[in-house]
């Protein structure tokens, strides 16, 4: 298999991994171990973790094995304001700029999610939620914001699925997701700013007791 694909199917598994709790926060990684396990070699394996770094789920270190991240709550409070800020430019933009296609590929996304919601694992779905709000992103028509969007969604996919997962709610995505579409496919540009502010509008409170908990967890005997 070509290598760079093989390392994105690594880091793929091993982002899984880490959001299901099997590498927690501040574990070690061990390039040549998890290489064994998996029955990959060590280049595809090293270039996966860098991936992984780039993206704020792994800490490098010279010298050391790199660790699964653990950033502050500071560091996470910041990192959402701004992909709020960018998922409001995203929306507003994506009114004018997407094409037909762009919005049934949105569309198509949302009736992924709307119409497996209950049956999908934690994780599937939101994986599909976070596709969503990435196609947007890519629908503005604007290459360097899509990029910078896809960055600090990165950054903060594992607190969103902590997040996610403690306070799965179908008819905050399903239904919330519902109206941006509209407000989308209507190119109504104050609509979907609306729409996208009262989407993510708990989002910092949300994460931080999902993270407070894990705290909490983590600190019993």
């Known amino acids: 298999m070509n290598e760079p694909i093989l390392a994105e199917q690594i880091a793929d598994e091993l982002r899984r991994r880490i959001l299901r709790g099997s590498l927690p926060p501040g574990a070690p990684l061990k390039e040549r171990d998890t290489a064994l396990l998996m029955g990959v070699s060590r280049t595809p394996m090293r270039e996966a973790i860098r991936m992984l770094a780039q993206e704020g789920l792994v800490d ?40 037909d296609e762009d919005l049934q590929d949105i569309a198509r996304l949302h009736r992924a999610v709307a119409e497996n919601y209950d049956a999908l694992d934690a994780l599937d779905a939101f994986e599909l939620d976070m596709s969503f709000h990435r196609r947007i992103a890519q629908a503005s028509g604007n290459a360097a914001l899509a990029e910078t969007h896809g960055a600090y969604l990165a950054r903060l996919w594992r607190a969103r699925y902590l997040s996610a997962r403690m306070r799965r709610n179908r008819a905050r995505v399903v239904g919330n997701h519902e109206i941006i579409l509209a407000a989308l496919m209507a190119r109504d540009e104050a609509a979907v700013a609306v729409a996208t502010q009262a989407h993510m509008a708990s989002m910092e409170d949300d994460i931080a007791a999902a ?7 983590e600190s019993k005997p």
């Open 60 to 99: 490098l270190r010279p010298a050391r094995s790199p660790v699964i991240a653990k950033p502050t709550l500071k560091q996470v409070q910041d990192q959402i304001v701004v992909l709020q800020a960018l998922e409001l430019l995203s929306a507003r933009l994506a009114c004018a700029a997407a094409s």
């Open 211 to 217: 993270l407070r908990a894990e705290e909490h967890k």
